[in-house]
């Protein structure tokens, strides 16, 4: 496995880690049984040649909508800079992939 890769899952999972502790309520609260968990994604997963933006190309490859991507880029250069890929809407996870 290419260290980048181990790095973004690393860093996908720290960012995870980091989510979870930083809300201790919601980990003991009841659940109402959801269907799905939504989640965001870094910034980190989607950059695969690490260049600090996320390209049409690279949203692609992680399943993006083109129109979703055209939707974030806001300055229309063909890339989506930390700012814009924040706005991003977050992903659900159904609970049966999840699992």
């Known amino acids: 496995m290419p260290s980048s890769t181990l790095n ?4 996908a999972l720290a ?7 930083s809300a201790p309520g919601l980990v003991h609260a009841e659940k109402s049984a959801p269907k799905a968990e939504v989640i965001r994604a870094p910034l980190e997963l989607y950059d695969t040649n690490e260049d600090g933006y996320v390209s ?3 949203a692609a490859q992680q399943k993006m909508p083109a129109r979703t991507f055209e939707s974030l880029d806001v300055d229309r250069d063909g890339r989506l800079n930390k700012d814009e890929f924040g706005k991003a809407p977050p992903m659900r996870l ?6």
């Open 8 to 11: 973004r899952m690393i860093l």
């Open 56 to 58: 049409a190309e690279e």
């Open 94 to 99: 159904d609970e049966e992939v999840s699992k």
């Open 15 to 21: 960012a995870t880690a980091a989510c979870v502790l």
